[in-house]
């Protein structure tokens, strides 16, 4: 199953079944909810990728939430509380088609790379993952993978397997060299992408090894049609009962994340910052006390009620990476600062780092011209 994937075909492809997809679904709705994220195409295993990206930017969202120095998450009040705000998200799934779409392609992406070359696949999440937590992130991702998930899911718990990447590696070779001649093939996995746009094998597969090709094709390891009809049958109640566990499934992936948490500084819980990257607050004060700036130090009483709406589209999106919500949150950190200094060294320790600012950049020397205004001190 060693095959070369031709991969500006498959960008293409991706792109062009979103859009077709997305076109004909947001023609006579405005929204995507949770309940139709499973039946929105003819591949679960596209449906089930969305989810699982969903279920990602909520871990991501958790763990900026955590990073937040001013508040004890590992409290059980507050963490109950976060448990009842991630129910309510997981029956609030709502999604417009601008940021539906780039979700979706990137599901078809992954899907057809699973059906093609699953061992890489499975090699690239380990890496992800890292070496300290793989048996837990097959615990939590095994019901999304629908195609050939019988390579990783008897390495859950598997006694023997060293809790790192080397060793899941091996041990999804060995299911691997075990299973390849039962596994389905690439083309009778792909058929169901083909029911939305014609998917041209010949172009998606870059004719590297030829004999290994033909091998993958053969009629005799193919499942039969009908053998995929009766399990997709068999497998409608089982996706049904996905969409009503969405919030048990949140609830227990908050909590995964809760009892993992480890007692940490403020000064830990962010990326340490490179040097070079680092804003020198010294030689930004003094070259802002050199320019036209100079007049206007101190001028500012409240960041958080002083930039304008511009300033917050660019400083959203170039310098909080999207989130609205972290950019007011830096705002208000550091009104909290006494000097300039001191707001420097918060936004080092907290966004230069964590969301490697380019120091040089427009954007970030704007927001930094924001805070020389917002100090008369300098230390």
């Known amino acids: 199953m060693s095959v070369k994937i031709n991969s500006k075909y498959l960008e293409n492809y991706s792109l062009e079944f979103a859009k077709k997809v997305c076109d004909q679904y947001f023609s006579s709705k405005k929204y995507m909810t949770g309940a139709e994220l499973v039946k929105l195409t003819p591949s679960k295993q596209v449906n ?56 979706l392609v990137e599901a078809v992406g992954f899907s057809i790379v699973l059906a093609l070359d699953p061992l890489n696949f499975f090699r690239g999440e380990f890496d992800k993952v890292g070496d300290s937590g793989i048996n837990t992130f097959l615990k939590e991702n095994k019901k999304y993978y629908r195609w050939h998930e019988s390579l990783v899911t008897s390495l859950i718990d598997r006694a023997g ?26 083309e009778s996995l792909l058929e169901e992408l ?6 041209d094998s010949e172009i998606l597969f870059e004719r590297i090894e030829r004999k290994s090709e033909e091998a993958s094709v053969s009629p005799s390891l193919a499942k039969s049609a009908r053998e995929r009809e009766a399990e997709e049958v068999s497998e409608l109640a089982e996706d049904s009962d996905e969409v009503m566990k969405f919030e048990e499934e949140v609830s227990k992936e908050v909590s995964l994340s809760q009892e993992e948490a480890t007692p940490s500084t403020a000064a830990t819980s962010f990326k340490s910052v490179d040097p070079k990257k680092a804003i020198d607050p010294l030689q930004a004060w003094a070259k802002f006390e050199s320019e036209q700036y100079s007049i206007m130090k101190g001028t500012i009483s409240e960041l958080s009620e002083s930039v304008g709406i511009n300033q917050r589209f660019m400083f959203t999106k170039e310098l909080f990476d999207g989130n609205p919500d972290l950019m007011k949150h830096a705002l208000k950190s550091i009104d909290q600062c006494d000097s300039f200094m001191e707001a420097i060294q918060l936004v080092n320790e907290r966004y230069v780092g964590e969301l490697n600012w380019d120091k040089n950049s427009e954007p970030v020397e704007e927001f930094l011209q924001l805070i020389f205004r917002k100090f008369d001190q300098k230390v």
């Open 48 to 103: 089930f990728f969305v989810i699982k990206s969903l279920f990602e930017a909520w871990q991501e969202e958790l763990e900026k939430l955590k990073s937040n120095p001013y508040f004890d998450y590992r409290d059980n009040n507050v963490h109950l509380a976060l448990q009842e705000f991630m129910n309510v998200l997981s029956r609030s799934i709502k999604i417009d088609k601008e940021n539906f779409e780039p979700l």
């Open 161 to 186: 397997i060293s809790q790192n990447v080397d060793a899941y590696k091996n041990a999804l070779q060995q299911n691997f060299e075990q299973q390849k001649d039962t596994l389905s093939t690439a």
């Open 194 to 199: 083909k029911q939305v746009l014609y998917l």
